[in-house]
């Protein structure tokens, strides 16, 4: 007995590889900075196409990855939704993971809800986290609701319930969360969330077209949520009303489709101050914006990033990604590979990973971001001066006695610049070559087409 309680009492004291939890841990877990999870703010996504990693397409086969994904910087893994999908009206042989049969069950083609919960289990234990994609604007053809509650949809002219009008998602059915029957649809929406946290100890949710939902949902849903847990929020919208009713963070779209007319050469450099410097002025001062060169839409749907930003292109888009202010960056499943086709949405296409050609380079951005705080979504950017503003994009991050310069030559030409700025003064590092060297107000660079260099100061 004696021996148990000085047991308990060192782990209360330090933590050591024998006390599975300490103070310190759940401090951390539970700490806030801005209204968001403190983990989040040098921290980065990773989007997991589960059907398409493996060519088992399970959970059980992801798990393999776990090791690789944790030694290239991957902090939260964002798995697209895990639900089963509706038969009826399906498209394709297997369907859209966004047509969502039943909201508290495991897709069975991925495995089974003790997988489930072995994986998240096995990510928390190599210190990553886990978010799931959730789908609270619609539900699939057949779900259980239409004949239990079918006032919870939108309803068409003949009084059937029906997906939006506007789009040829045939395969869903709209949820309408307004009129007598939103409180309840609002409550069962909400007990469904909170069964993945408290059941599986997953760690937030990426909301499926979020800004379609409406405030009155989030109002009484998010406080609701992050009482279970110190949760993050993202919504695939970029509405700045999404940050007043409580998410983290909302996706970057403008910054994203600037990035791409500049990569096919139909926008100068400069103008990513519209999409990024100006346009963030719509937004909270805490928002955080999640900056990205792919996603599931993108990439099968409009050739992201083998076709957008082909061969070498896509370098400074990504460091970008990873560097611009406000953000958290997001990687697609075979970006690091790098995939050079569409992934089928529809079909069983698996990625067939093999050469992992950016993982290095991967690597190196997200230990950056996760060792030094200037590029915390919380640090601060200053744009600075170059001499071919039209060709190449560069400023500062900084946070106390943190900072790192970006320059990146948004081209195809070779760019011979002078940056002039005060705040570049100072000894720093070029992380890809490892060579330090004193950086003066003005300070002449040599960068190749699609080049970048980084500097963290020391």
């Known amino acids: 007995m004696i021996r148990f309680v000085l047991f308990l009492l060192l782990c209360a004291s330090i933590t050591f590889p024998g006390c599975k939890t300490s103070a310190t841990t759940e401090a951390n877990e539970n700490a806030v900075v801005d209204g968001h999870p403190a983990w989040i703010l040098q921290g980065n996504i990773y989007e997991v196409n589960i059907r398409q990693y493996t ?36 498209k394709g042989a297997l369907g859209s993971y966004y047509a969502i049969a039943d909201y508290k069950a495991v897709n069975p083609e991925f ?35 239409l004949t239990s509650n079918p006032d919870f949809y939108l309803k ?33 929406m909400i007990a469904s969330m909170k069964y993945w946290i408290t059941e599986t100890d997953i760690d937030g949710f990426r ?15 998010i406080p609701e949520l992050r009482k279970t847990k110190n949760i993050f929020l ?106 050079l086709d569409s992934i089928s949405f529809f079909y069983k296409d698996a990625i067939g990973f093999g050469s992992f050609q950016r993982a290095a380079f991967y690597k190196t951005l997200l230990n950056l971001r996760k060792n030094n705080p200037a590029l915390a979504a919380n640090g601060s950017f200053t744009k600075v001066k170059s001499s071919l503003d039209d ?22 030409k070779v760019a011979a610049v002078s940056i002039t700025s005060d705040l570049i003064k100072g000894r720093a590092k070029n992380i890809s070559t490892g060579k330090s060297l004193q950086l003066n107000s003005t300070t002449d660079l040599g960068l190749s087409p699609w080049g970048y260099a980084i500097f963290e100061y020391k």
């Open 391 to 412: 060709q190449v994009y560069a400023f500062v991050r900084q946070k106390d006695n943190h900072k790192v310069l970006v320059v990146a030559n948004l081209s195809p």
């Open 207 to 221: 909301v499926d077209v979020a800004g379609e939902v409406g405030k009155d949902f989030y109002l009484k849903a």
């Open 55 to 90: 060519p088992e397409g399970t959970f059980r086969a992801f798990e393999q990855h776990l090791d690789r994904l944790k030694d290239m910087g991957v902090q939260t893994l964002w798995f697209m939704p895990i639900n089963p999908i509706s038969i009826k009206d399906r």
């Open 111 to 145: 495995g089974t809800l003790a997988d489930w919960k072995s994986l998240v289990e096995k990510a928390h234990r190599k210190g990553m986290k886990v978010i799931i994609d959730w789908v609270p604007n619609h539900t699939g053809a057949d779900h259980p609701w």
């Open 156 to 188: 068409n002219a003949k009084g059937q319930p029906t997906h939006p009008l506007d789009t040829d998602w045939t395969d869903i059915r709209k949820l309408e969360y307004k009129g007598a029957h939103m409180s309840q649809l609002t409550d069962s």
């Open 234 to 339: 993202l919504a695939e919208a970029e509405q700045p009303w999404l940050h007043e009713v409580g998410f983290d963070a909302s996706y970057g779209w403008n910054a994203f489709h600037m990035m791409k007319r500049i990569a096919k050469g139909e926008r100068k450099a400069s103008a990513l101050d519209s999409a990024v410097v100006i346009a963030e002025k719509n937004y909270s001062p805490t928002a955080i914006r999640m900056y990205f060169t792919s996603n599931h839409d993108e990439n099968s749907w409009n050739k992201a990033d083998y076709g957008t930003m082909p061969g070498e292109v896509h370098a400074p888009f990504a460091v970008l990604s990873q560097t611009l202010p406000k953000s958290v960056p997001l990687i697609y499943s075979g970006q690091e590979e790098p995939v």
